[in-house]
């Protein structure tokens, strides 16, 4: 089956503009979790959606923000954008009886000049 | 909340055997799992935990033992293609499933 999707791959915004990332997971997967990768830096944990609802996140501020829809499908949102976001997104989905599976995303490498 | 630590660079000969550690300090976990990474690619799943002991996938092996809060991944006969960033992560089972991953271990394989 088809693997995790993300939309665009390559992104270049200015400062205080807004970005929407998009992420396809496997198909029967209704987990999607989304992670900000920067260089030589661990893949910090933004949020999860499980059937269209947030069900944790991480230690980001509110200009962050995803969504799931009801084929889950998943979008996040970097609003107000700093130079500090430039990095790479990542998202991963996992299926229900495989939680501890993430299947990753190519990711959206995102340039705020 | 959770925290994993790792080596952050190791270096090994091509053929030879290495060890990755990882640490955690955790209020709760299902169980750790490894992943790989190369260079300018997205992180893939090697292998999970659940259970303390040893699992075995091909060339590569981890290990659990949640009375010593420590995993470590095990890779043998390395080969060049070996090269690239490994990390540990758990999931929360305290915390609705929220995910921690450690800050990596960039491997070089050596000819």
């Known amino acids: 089956k088809a693997g995790v999707t993300q939309t665009p791959r390559y992104l270049i915004k200015t400062r205080g503009q807004q970005v929407t990332l998009s992420c396809s997971p496997i198909?029967?997967?209704?987990?999607v979790s989304w992670y900000q990768q920067t260089p030589g830096q661990g893949l910090q944990f933004l949020f999860e959606y499980f059937s269209e609802t947030q069900r944790n996140k991480g230690n980001f501020p509110g200009r962050f923000s995803g969504r799931q829809f009801s084929n889950s499908r998943s979008e996040m949102n970097v609003s107000t954008l700093e130079l500090g976001d430039s990095a790479l997104y990542l998202c991963a989905s996992a299926g229900d009886s495989s939680y501890n599976e993430q299947f990753f995303g190519p990711g959206t490498r995102l340039t705020v000049l | 909340g959770q925290s994993l630590e790792q080596p952050s660079e190791v270096t090994a000969v091509e053929g030879a055997i290495v060890q990755i550690n990882c640490t955690y300090q955790?209020?709760?976990?299902?169980?750790l799992s490894w992943y790989q990474q190369h260079d300018g690619g997205a992180p893939t799943f090697l292998s999970y935990?659940?259970?303390?002991g040893l699992e075995e996938t091909g060339r590569f092996s981890s290990f659990l033992s949640r009375s010593d809060s420590y995993g470590y991944l095990l890779l043998q006969e390395l080969q060049m293609k070996d090269s690239a960033s490994y990390f540990c992560a758990v999931r929360s089972s305290t915390n609705a499933g929220k995910s921690t991953f450690g800050d990596g271990t960039t491997l070089t394989v050596k000819p």
């Open positions: 955790t209020s709760g976990f299902y169980g």
């Open positions: 198909s029967g997967h209704r987990s």
């Open positions: 935990n659940g259970l303390d």
